[in-house]
């Protein structure tokens, strides 16, 4: 039984073209991009020639890009770092409760340093309530950090109405896009973000590389102590073959960006209509209209997540939740709880289905039969 993966939302299998270009990083250019000789320079020049991609992608300055080790590292240093550099204008905080735990987690360790953070809800359509943030926001708010789109549900946040909310507000806005990037035009200025976050290994780049957009003249505190590599705001000898890969990632992402989006609008649809097909008793969590075409994340009643993934795994689709599955134990999804209430059956019955390249019509086809096959198995136990 051929294997199927509909696991993109976690990781993306590496483009060809992305392999290919990364060679001459590791065969042949060296060099200690730090270094002033000969080896070194060419280094540098390959990491500079990606920083200018990555910038041109977003709309920014190649002098805003920080090359990080991944999404994680850049929401640690857009939130910790960018709160302690700025602790003599406020120690106000405003994030969501649906962040990724990379954000939330740095959220968790400012509150310990002192920082008050507030939490913003989100509605059953997984979006948060913008006058519930303009609410929220006081005069010694320094940070606000808001995804651009949802790791679990895949659904959209009003990121421009933010924007334009903080535009004259002292706080700096941050907005983890990994799930958006390569997916959604991203312009920082019409978006009016200080900061933003994105992810390599989203992409079909490698994994260890990743970027933080950092608006100049932005101020934010390093969170590691070594050398004066990006300009003072991340220590340590760049991932120069990582950084070369992540650029001819984005090149295909931008290139093929419209093409993609069909493609994955039509994936997805079609895995919903075989469900339907079926007569799998299913709903879809959060707003469709407001989800981005690669996530689908689906309720299945009379069911729980560590059954379904189980069998789906021994069926050969690869999926996953938001629930975290321990010594036999579900743990509800923190993002369909802030969504629905922890109580609700949502939180434990729901997987995540995310399309991308290793996938065709076919094998999304093929996946969802298996995927109704097992669910009317175990919805009827």
């Given at each position: 039984m051929e294997p199927i993966y509909l696991d993109h939302a976690a990781t993306t299998p590496i483009h060809p073209e992305v392999t290919a270009a990364m060679i001459p990083a590791l065969e042949e250019v060296f060099g200690n991009p730090s270094s002033v000789h000969h080896f070194g320079r060419k280094a540098r020049q390959m990491i500079d020639g990606a920083r200018r991609v990555i910038a041109d992608s977003i709309g920014a300055n190649e002098k805003e890009i920080v090359f990080t080790s991944g999404g994680t590292e850049a929401d640690n240093i857009a939130l910790v770092g960018t709160a302690k550099a700025n602790m003599n204008h406020g120690k106000h905080v405003i994030t969501t409760q649906i962040e990724h735990h990379a954000t939330l987690h740095a959220a968790e360790h400012l509150e310990k340093q002192g920082f008050e953070v507030t939490y913003l809800p989100v509605g059953h359509d997984g979006k948060i309530d913008v006058e519930e943030l303009k609410a929220a926001l006081r005069e010694d708010t320094t940070v606000v950090s808001v995804m651009a789109v949802n790791n679990e549900t895949g659904i959209i946040q009003p990121i421009e109405r933010i924007g334009e909310l903080l535009k004259d507000h002292q706080a700096y806005f941050h907005t983890d896009a990994v799930q958006a990037y390569g997916l959604l035009e991203i312009d920082v200025n019409k978006w009016k973000v200080d900061l933003l976050t994105a992810s390599s290994h989203k992409i079909n780049g490698p994994k260890g590389a990743g970027f933080l957009y950092m608006k100049e003249g932005l101020s934010a505190e390093a969170l590691q102590y070594g050398g004066q590599q990006e300009r003072k705001r991340r220590p340590g000898t760049e991932n120069v073959a990582g950084i070369k890969g992540f650029q001819?990632?984005?090149?295909?992402?931008?290139?093929?960006?419209?093409?993609?989006?069909?493609?994955?609008?039509?994936?997805?649809?079609?895995?919903?209509?075989?469900?339907?097909?079926?007569?799998?008793?299913?709903?879809?969590?959060?707003?469709?209209?407001?989800?981005?075409?690669?996530?689908?994340?689906?309720?299945?009643?009379?069911?729980?997540?560590?059954?379904?993934?189980?069998n789906f795994d021994l069926s050969g689709v690869a999926a996953s939740s938001g629930s975290a599955c321990t010594a036999g134990s579900v743990e509800p999804s923190h993002v369909l709880s802030a969504m629905y209430g922890s109580k609700d059956n949502r939180t434990i019955n729901s997987i995540r289905f995310s399309f991308g390249l290793a996938n065709t019509m076919e094998n999304v086809e093929e996946a969802a039969e298996r995927v109704a096959s097992i669910v009317n198995r175990l919805a009827k136990k």
């Open positions: 001819r990632a984005v090149e295909l992402a931008v290139e093929h960006k419209a093409e993609r989006q069909q493609t994955y609008q039509e994936y997805k649809q079609a895995f919903l209509n075989k469900l339907k097909q079926n007569g799998v008793s299913s709903t879809l969590n959060g707003s469709e209209a407001d989800s981005v075409p690669a996530i689908a994340n689906i309720s299945f009643p009379g069911t729980n997540v560590e059954a379904l993934l189980t």
